[in-house]
């Protein structure tokens, strides 16, 4: 809590430099009632009573289980690589996360995958920068030139329709690639 018979006896110079260290805006011609009104105010703001902003919605804080909801949002890609750091691999393995939730996941090359959204952010932040030497025509000496590029060719296709789905779910079955609900039971 604020001492307001401290600030009270000091000048209105020593009020602007409190006001400057406490981040409370003010105009230059302001007066010593006025801006003590404000250092005020902004202690009130600070000590719980909220500012009132408008057009300002107070967002609540995600719980983990919505943030494991969010971060496994899968999204249907095929990625390619253009850079020479991955060449010969057949794929990348990518982890992203915070504190409380991690997702990873191996992504193949040049093939119709599901890729956790931030995951795909990710990759899609990867650059690789390709030097070359040229000749300068005034000097004769050798000047670099760097050019960045994107490390990933990411294509982004639509999600699966329910058509779609039911046939991959009946091939997956009959290739015996999913355990149905009876061997999950049994296991």
């Known amino acids: 809590m604020i001492d307001l018979e401290y600030l009270e006896g000091k000048t209105l110079s020593e009020l602007k430099d409190i006001a400057d260290e406490l981040g409370v805006e003010f105009a230059k011609n302001i007066g010593k009632t006025k801006l003590l009104d404000k250092i005020v105010e902004d202690d009130k703001q600070v000590d719980g009573v909220p500012a009132s902003i408008e057009g300002i919605k107070v967002k609540k804080k995600e719980t983990v289980a919505e943030m494991k909801k969010r971060m496994n949002k899968l999204i249907r890609v095929r990625i390619s690589s253009s850079s020479p750091h991955y060449k010969g691999r ?3 393995t990518k982890q992203v996360g915070n504190s409380r939730v991690m997702v990873g996941k191996f992504v193949p090359f040049n093939k119709i995958w599901h890729v956790q959204e931030p995951i795909l952010n990710r990759l899609r932040k990867e650059i690789w920068r390709e030097t070359k030497f040229v000749t300068d025509r005034t000097t004769g000496n050798k000047v670099p030139v ?14 699966l329709t329910a058509k779609e789905l039911k046939k991959l779910a009946s091939e997956q079955a009959t290739r015996g690639s999913i355990p149905t609900e009876e061997e999950i039971g049994n296991g």
């Open 90 to 92: 057949n794929g990348v």
């Open 146 to 159: 760097v050019n960045v590029h994107p490390a990933f060719n990411i294509e982004v296709l639509p999600q």
